[in-house]
């Protein structure tokens, strides 16, 4: 049952079917449509925007394009195909039938994994909202409310699940993901990076590049779920998230481009000399937004990972890639801080390393970006270079949080992190830079702001020049 209906709730799980669960999240829709209005993009709300809508969930039929005013977007429910008698692939329950329904000595656990996905959906949204009055293009502001009516639906994704499957709480939570707010002093999102702000559009692009990236692992890690409902959710989502990092490693590697261009003009070689983001800049915004994003896979070490892993409800990421599915033999071998802060080598059982596992596919795919950043700095005939920090510095979670390392992942005193600080993150005074830049919205069609290069080519076809957001009704 690909093609999805034409109700009230835009779906492909039979709702007209289930009138409880129907009943229920037509219920919630209102809330969500007040918290859209609340906490969605300001000031945009009657503009009418050239946004891709899924139709259906086969290959060709999810994307389709036109113009529609974001409280009227399809939001809806839609599930991958099942997998014809899909078994468990790992863990202790490997090869048995995969879930249709929640195991009773689950179901805590796996209400609490999907809320916790569930609350960084509208977090990102809330976090975005005002970037819309600094757009460095009518494109780039397109692409902004693409990926923010996408996380509404990965919201639409998890509540689905949450009333479907999880009764008067789960209905409780649903409302909950409504009343969380990002940076509210009482009532915070779940997650630290959901709550960082993101008032400027390199933050933007470093925030879809690694934080959606880091979406990307977590969503992995689910799709291989014994819970096949939470399977074929994410599954689907996995094909919405792609887009999100292409805007975050395109919109990075554009800024890369200007600032190469303009420091070749700059007579002392500074692309700010020239109004562009200069290389180190970029590079203290990409150690901030890497080292928050490393830190949502959790401790480097952890038995919530293991009996995650050891029940069969969270997997690594592709698990079909790996040899042994049990991972009850053997370890993962990594340097730990001792006591005294000094790190030494350990062996950790596999099970309690998978964080770290799924964190270790997040840096490369992180890194294969940077490198094709550095590419470009290669063509323009830069010789500096971006780079990923070590994954201890700046960490506020796991093994190496409060303790002090350089991006070089070496050891240093809490004094010597502090005095450094603005030299490896973003200081007040490199913020007020980047906002000084984006001032005021480039919204004329085919216009582009001064920091950042055109990309090749415009959306679904359409040129660059293309209006893909209109003020009229
Ligand atoms: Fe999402
Ligand atoms: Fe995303």
């Known amino acids: 049952m690909a093609h999805i209906s034409d109700e009230r709730i835009p779906n492909n799980v ?40 899924a139709v259906s969930v086969d290959s060709d039929g999810w994307a389709h394009f036109d113009f529609v005013k974001m409280p009227e977007y399809r939001w809806g429910i839609f599930l991958a195909d099942p997998v014809a008698d899909r078994k468990i692939g790992f863990g202790d329950p490997l090869g048995q039938p995969a879930w249709q329904d929640v195991p009773g000595e689950h179901r805590n656990t796996l209400q609490r994994l999907i809320v916790t996905q569930g609350d960084t959906e509208p977090a990102s949204v809330e976090q975005q909202r005002m970037l819309g009055h600094s757009c460095p293009s009518m494109y780039d502001l397109r692409n902004l409310f693409q990926v923010n009516v996408e996380e509404g639906r990965h919201l639409w994704a998890m509540v689905y699940l949450l009333q479907r499957f999880f009764g008067r709480e789960g209905r409780e939570e649903a409302e909950e993901l409504l009343m969380r707010r990002s940076g509210h002093q009482d009532r915070p999102r779940i997650l630290g990076a959901f709550n960082e702000p993101i008032d400027d559009w390199l933050s933007f692009y470093m925030f879809t590049m690694f934080t959606d990236r880091d979406g990307k692992y977590q969503l992995l890690a689910l799709a291989e779920s014994g819970f096949d409902p939470l399977s074929r959710t994410t599954r689907f989502m996995l094909t919405e998230e792609a887009h999100h990092m292409f805007v975050g490693e395109t919109g990075i590697g554009r800024v890369v481009q200007r600032s190469a261009e303009l420091s070749r003009k700059a007579k002392n070689s500074d692309a700010r000399e020239l109004g562009g983001i200069d290389l180190p800049t970029l590079q203290k915004y990409l150690n901030l937004w890497y080292s928050l994003s490393l830190d949502l896979f959790g401790s480097e070490v952890s038995t919530n990972a293991a009996s995650f892993f050891a029940a069969g409800l969270k997997g690594r990421a592709k698990e079909e890639k790996f040899q042994d599915h049990l991972a009850l033999e053997g370890t993962y071998a990594m340097e730990l801080p001792r006591q005294d802060g000094a790190l030494s080598p350990e062996e950790v059982p596999l099970r309690s390393a998978m964080n770290e596992v799924l964190r270790d596919g997040y840096v490369e795919d992180c890194q294969r970006g940077v490198d094709r950043w550095n590419k470009i700095l290669a063509e323009a005939g830069i010789s500096e270079r971006l780079r990923l920090p070590s994954r201890r510095f700046h960490r506020h979670q796991g093994v190496f949080a409060n303790l002090s390392f350089d991006p070089d992942g070496r050891v240093i005193s809490r004094e010597e992190s502090e005095r450094r600080r603005d030299e490896w993150l973003p200081s007040a005074a490199d913020k007020r830079y980047v906002k000084s830049l984006q001032a005021k919205a480039i919204d004329k069609p085919g216009e582009m702001a001064n920091w950042i290069a055109p990309p090749p080519r415009g959306i679904n076809n359409k040129p660059l020049e293309f209006t893909y957001v209109r003020a009229e009704a």
């Open 14 to 53: 039979n709702l007209a079917e289930d009138k409880r669960l129907q009943r229920a999240l037509e219920q919630w829709q209102p809330n969500f449509l007040q918290w859209w209005m609340e906490m969605g993009p300001a000031g945009f709300q009657a503009h009418q925007v050239y946004l891709r809508t």
